[in-house]
T-cell receptor, first 114, second 114 residues
């Protein structure tokens, strides 16, 4: 079945450590997105990519980095510069850039700080 | 900047009854899309319904319908014949035409009582 796979489901980060969240899709979608979800808040956009080898910052990109070397993969690295990384992270994709397109979401990664 | 406001942090409904979730948004655009997403306890985001701003007719998907008031910038979700499986967090979201960002509200927790 086609879909988006995020791993791991739970991740723990030590102080000063970089961690990478995986996002893989087999939907042949061009656009991919990373969102952060905090309790009591909606989802906020971290980074997005509409094509391979190109990506743009969202609203809260500081302390995060991404790469898009392959169409199906869009990993997110939470760097040590992100001082409050504890959150639920959701990866999503769309076939293209049309505003009306449905976002397909992964099942998320819960990141916690040790 | 576009903002989406959900003024009801929590709502409750009796099984088989009808409930309406509120959403208002702020934009200077004339073409855009509005969405309702559901996030059950599994935390998987599911698209409930989508509305194109240039369409006057309110969108309907089975038991789910919207009341879209463009001039008032209001986009409420009505759930008829509520079921236990409807219990979830519901997010209202906005995306402008040819835009790259889906802007989410803070969400409304819906509890369904049997």
């Amino acid at each position: 079945d086609g879909g988006i796979t995020q791993s791991p489901k739970y991740l723990f980060r030590k102080e000063g450590q970089n961690v990478t969240l995986s996002c893989e899709q087999n939907l042949n979608h061009d656009a991919m997105y990373w969102y952060r979800q905090d309790p009591g808040q909606g989802l906020r956009l971290i980074y997005y990519s509409h094509i391979v080898n190109d990506f743009q910052k969202g609203d809260i990109a500081e302390g995060y980095s991404v790469s898009r070397e392959k169409k199906e993969s869009f990993p997110l690295t939470v760097t040590s510069a992100q001082k409050n990384p504890t959150a639920f992270y959701l990866c999503a994709s769309t076939l293209g850039e049309s505003a009306g397109e449905k976002l397909f979401f992964g099942s998320g990664t819960q990141l916690s700080v040790l | 900047a576009q903002t989406v406001t959900q003024s009801q942090p929590e709502m409750s409904v009796q099984e088989a009854e009808t409930v309406t979730l509120s959403c208002t948004y702020d934009t200077s655009e004339s073409d855009y899309y509005l969405f309702w997403y559901k996030q059950p306890p599994s935390r998987q985001m599911i698209l409930v319904i989508r509305q194109e701003a240039y369409k006057q007719q309110n969108a309907t998907e089975n038991r789910f319908s919207v009341n879209f008031q463009k001039a008032a910038k209001s986009f409420s979700l009505k759930i008829s014949d509520s079921q236990l499986g409807d219990a979830a967090m519901y997010f209202c979201a906005y995306r402008r035409e040819a835009g790259n960002k889906l802007v989410f509200g803070a969400g409304t927790i819906l509890r369904v009582k049997s």
